[in-house]
């Protein structure tokens, strides 16, 4: 048996990398890092912007009823997941932006947005753009240690997946607060802008090649296969 799969993303998406994982025949502990809360909020009046942007699903799952307001501007998501969160708290009109936030706001600008409202967590990605507006619609409060399961992980050498920059600077942070050994973990982060943070030390770091899910998932399964390596080549 390979190495396990650690998942540290927040609920229900940690679920779901897990069924992916599982589907994949991918063994997976899953030990969120986050704990998700909305955040009150106060809607833009009438008028006052003319798209949504959407960095993440959970501004959908924890926005609350005042998602309805803006339910008929067109709305860009970055990632399917995202997408299918929009829709499914009512969004009419949902295209799915390419890489990032900041791709999907150029795609939107090209568009001819002049107005977007960007809905995000509290330590969110600015996007540097005068004309966005921002509302913090929810939170992700990080746990005080690594879980138990996430211990047990990387004491066996775990592939650690990482979905964010601030994952990456909390897993290494509790990772060190353990008295954990990092040589014996290899990374697989969603991109680089979310590998950095983990630091030096680490068995191997790797990253995918696309921004999603899906991708990461195979990278792991990549790094399983070679039993974390240092010289085995992952392409």
Same mark, same amino acid.
């Given at each position: 048996m390979g190495p396990i799969l650690l998942i540290l993303r927040p609920q229900p998406g940690a679920d779901a990398t897990a069924a992916r994982a599982a589907a994949m025949g991918l063994d997976a502990a899953v030990a969120p890092l986050f704990h998700l809360r909305p955040i009150e909020w106060q809607a833009p009046e009438a008028g006052a912007v003319d798209s949504v942007l959407l960095t993440s699903a959970n501004a959908c799952r924890l926005g609350g009823e005042q998602l309805a307001g803006l339910a008929n501007l067109p709305c860009y998501a970055v990632g399917e997941a995202t997408a299918d969160a929009a829709r499914s708290a009512g969004f009419r009109e949902v295209r799915t932006g390419p890489g990032d936030g900041a791709a999907a706001l150029r795609m939107m600008i090209d568009d001819g947005a002049e107005r977007p409202l960007h809905l995000c967590g509290r330590d969110h990605i600015p996007l540097d753009d005068p004309r966005i507006m921002r509302r913090i619609v929810y939170a992700a409060d990080e746990v005080p240690a690594l879980p138990d399961s996430a211990v047990r992980a990387v004491r066996d050498g775990p592939? #650690?997946?990482?979905?964010?920059?601030? #994952?990456?600077s909390v897993f290494a942070k509790l990772v060190d607060l353990a008295g954990l050994d990092r040589s014996r973990t290899c990374l697989a982060a969603i991109s680089d802008a979310a590998a950095g943070p983990a630091g030096t030390g680490w068995r191997r770091v790797a990253t995918a090649p696309l921004p999603r899910d899906q991708a990461l998932l195979e990278l792991a399964a990549k790094l399983?296969?070679? $039993? $974390?390596?240092d010289t085995g080549k992952v392409e």
């Open positions: 592939v #650690a997946l990482l979905h964010s920059p601030r #994952a990456a399983c296969k070679i $039993g $974390g390596s």
